[in-house]
């Protein structure tokens, strides 16, 4: 899964003249006593064996090309056009919609995007599908994308998600934990893992150059790994369907706890936020409010005193502690210069109520003109918040 386009996805593909042909891994089938491996070659073709992978892509390449009818930029959606059809953001994951974990890794940034990840898709599952079955190929799919989007929800905390890297690393972790077992003939085992080092390393630093959720190409690397690991033994005994029917139960037990866990402990820095602006601008009414007395000269002095310290400063000074309370938070850069403008807005309000508090309390109109230059750095300071808001 990716915030925006990686081409780090691309692999070489196996073809009948491609050296890769002899990297197949031999699976020994059947009773583990017997030595002999039986060579377990890539799909060439769409069979019983081959339904998934073709059908993933198909499934990819249709939501895509509903995405452009429907006003999407071919080379690169906006985020908020990738929120709607299901991208994964933390917000929203948080609110409810868990299924953003397993939407997302349908979704692609742009067709280039698209084109990379089908086409590492197809390469590495036309080998995987083939040992598995189709079935317990599209679990695995599945269980990788899951722990590609956990990863990244847990990591990424304003980053729009989307793409099916974190499931296609998740395929390639598969295929290194049984090229690390005896299930394949230590030949075979030295040239993939070879082969694979060199992707995966490539791949994942690429990721970080910036752009590119490695979060998610990680989780599902290792989300594959364990899988794969876990495979080992329903691989080893293909006739015992107890053994299968456990571990693939274990599995989605493992992954959902895990999910649920991750998704129970990860908070929300934007909701916080809100909450936290909410309160800000309660207090700023209240403050507020003051002005109304201010150049009232039918009010007593005690009670004009009190309107500017006891409630007008009072209420800026709580609401100067809700900003730092802000600045604590982990949030976008363009909301951390807005904060910044908010203090010097709270900063400037303050400054104006104490000097309205010593006119009154001199009965002195030599204040005026500062008076007059604060309100003006109030508004100048308004005018810049109004505008970060509109942009």
């Given at each position: 899964?990716?915030?925006?386009?990686?081409?780090?996805?691309?692999?070489?593909?196996?073809?009948?003249?491609?050296?890769?042909?002899?990297?197949?891994?031999?699976?020994?089938?059947?009773?583990?006593?017997?030595?002999?491996?039986?060579?377990?070659?890539?799909?060439?073709?769409?069979?019983?064996?081959?339904?998934?992978?073709?059908?993933?892509?198909?499934?990819?390449?249709g939501?895509?090309i509903?995405?452009?009818?429907?006003?999407?930029?071919?080379f690169?959606?906006?985020?908020?056009?990738?929120?709607?059809?299901?991208?994964?953001?933390?917000?929203?994951?948080?609110?409810?919609?868990?299924?953003?974990?397993?939407?997302?890794?349908?979704?692609?940034?742009?067709?280039?995007?698209?084109?990379?990840?089908?086409?590492?898709?197809?390469?590495?599952?036309?080998?995987?599908?083939?040992?598995?079955?189709?079935?317990?190929?599209?679990?695995?799919?599945?269980?990788?994308?899951?722990?590609?989007?956990?990863?990244?929800?847990?990591?990424?905390?304003?980053?729009?998600?989307?793409?099916?890297?974190?499931?296609?690393?998740?395929?390639?972790?598969?295929?290194?934990?049984?090229?690390?077992?005896d299930?394949?003939?230590?030949?075979?085992?030295?040239?993939?893992?070879?082969?694979?080092?060199?992707?995966?390393?490539?791949?994942?630093?690429?990721?970080?150059?910036?752009?590119?959720?490695?979060?998610?190409?990680?989780?599902?690397?290792?989300?594959?790994?364990?899988?794969?690991?876990?495979?080992?033994?329903?691989?080893?005994?293909?006739?015992?369907?107890?053994?299968?029917?456990?571990?693939?139960?274990?599995?989605?037990?493992?992954?959902?706890?895990?999910?649920?866990?991750?998704?129970?402990?990860?908070?929300?820095?934007?909701?916080?936020?809100?909450?936290?602006?909410?309160r800000?601008?309660?207090?700023?009414?209240s403050?507020?409010?003051?002005?109304?007395?201010?150049?009232?000269?039918?009010?007593?002095?005690?009670?004009?005193?009190?309107?500017?310290n006891?409630?007008?400063?009072?209420?800026?000074?709580?609401?100067?502690?809700?900003?730092k309370?802000?600045?604590?938070?982990?949030?976008?850069?363009?909301?951390?210069?807005?904060?910044?403008?908010?203090?010097?807005?709270?900063?400037?309000?303050?400054?104006?109520?104490?000097?309205?508090?010593?006119?009154?309390?001199?009965?002195?109109?030599?204040?005026?003109?500062?008076?007059?230059?604060?309100?003006?750095?109030t508004?100048?300071?308004?005018?810049?918040?109004?505008?970060?808001?509109?942009?």
């Amino acid at each position: 899964m990716e915030n925006n386009f990686n081409p780090s996805n691309e692999t070489t593909p196996h073809s009948p003249t491609d050296p890769a042909m002899e990297a197949i891994p031999s699976l020994t089938q059947g009773s583990t006593d017997n030595n002999e491996p039986v060579s377990l070659a890539p799909a060439t073709k769409f069979g019983k064996n081959f339904l998934v992978t073709p059908a993933l892509i198909l499934v990819n390449l249709g939501i895509f090309i509903a995405m452009v009818i429907s006003g999407a930029n071919v080379f690169n959606p906006d985020a908020e056009t990738l929120i709607q059809w299901g991208a994964l953001f933390r917000t929203d994951v948080l609110a409810g919609e868990w299924w953003r974990l397993f939407t997302a890794a349908f979704l692609h940034i742009g067709i280039l995007h698209l084109a990379m990840n089908m086409y590492a898709l197809f390469d590495i599952g036309k080998t995987i599908e083939p040992m598995v079955g189709p079935l317990k190929f599209i679990l695995i799919y599945l269980l990788c994308a899951l722990g590609g989007s956990t990863a990244s929800l847990y990591w990424n905390s304003f980053s729009v998600g989307a793409g099916a890297s974190g499931a296609i690393f998740g395929l390639f972790g598969f295929y290194l934990a049984l090229l690390t077992t005896d299930l394949i003939d230590s030949g075979t085992r030295k040239k993939e893992l070879t082969t694979l080092a060199v992707f995966m390393g490539y791949n994942l630093l690429y990721g970080l150059k910036g752009g590119v959720d490695n979060a998610a190409h990680i989780g599902g690397l290792v989300s594959g790994f364990i899988i794969g690991k876990s495979f080992y033994y329903v691989l080893s005994e293909p006739g015992n369907k107890a053994l299968e029917r456990n571990v693939l139960l274990a599995l989605i037990i493992g992954f959902v706890l895990t999910t649920t866990l991750t998704i129970s402990t990860v908070t929300d820095p934007l909701t916080t936020y809100e909450t936290k602006y909410k309160r800000f601008t309660q207090l700023e009414k209240s403050a507020l409010e003051t002005y109304q007395y201010l150049g009232d000269t039918s009010i007593e002095k005690e009670k004009m005193l009190y309107e500017i310290n006891d409630r007008g400063l009072y209420y800026w000074n709580e609401a100067k502690d809700v900003l730092k309370e802000i600045d604590q938070l982990e949030l976008p850069q363009s909301l951390k210069e807005r904060n910044k403008l908010m203090h010097q807005y709270v900063d400037t309000r303050i400054s104006t109520y104490e000097l309205f508090h010593k006119a009154v309390w001199e009965d002195s109109r030599q204040y005026d003109q500062k008076i007059l230059e604060a309100t003006m750095k109030t508004d100048s300071i308004l005018n810049l918040l109004n505008v970060n808001a509109i942009n």
